[in-house]
């Protein structure tokens, strides 16, 4: 696989992940949020970028994806409960990390790409 083409599924990679952040965004982002209630880090994150674009959902679900990956750190700052995280179902929890994995597999494909050929 050449890198030009690395570089164009990556951009497809991004553009099929457009549809799949916004349905997470619009119908599961707050039951997600709802388990992590008591958590420092979310409940903050949702009152600052409220105001923001589409109400920071985008910011608030990448924060939820980021929870769900590495609750041991955030554990270790007492931002996030471990208990919190493992009460989330598994397919609430697919359904939060596939659109920041695949958005970031695709940003990361396209700057690799973007690099290595110039």
């Not at 553009?15 to 997600?32: D, N, Q, R, V």
């Amino acid at each position: 696989m050449t890198l030009e083409s690395m570089g164009i599924v990556s951009g497809v990679i991004m553009m099929l992940s457009f549809p799949i952040s916004f349905y997470s965004m619009y119908t599961k982002l707050e039951e997600a949020e709802s388990y992590l209630r008591f958590s420092t880090f979310i409940v903050m994150f949702k009152h600052m970028f409220k105001a923001g674009l589409f109400e920071g959902r985008m910011k608030r679900l990448f924060a939820v994806a980021l929870v769900i990956l590495m609750p041991a750190a955030f554990q270790w700052r007492r931002l996030v409960l471990v208990e919190d995280v493992k009460a989330i179902p598994i397919r609430l929890k697919l359904w939060m990390v596939m659109p920041f994995l695949l958005t970031l597999f695709s940003i990361t494909g396209m700057v690799l790409s973007w690099l290595l050929t110039t």
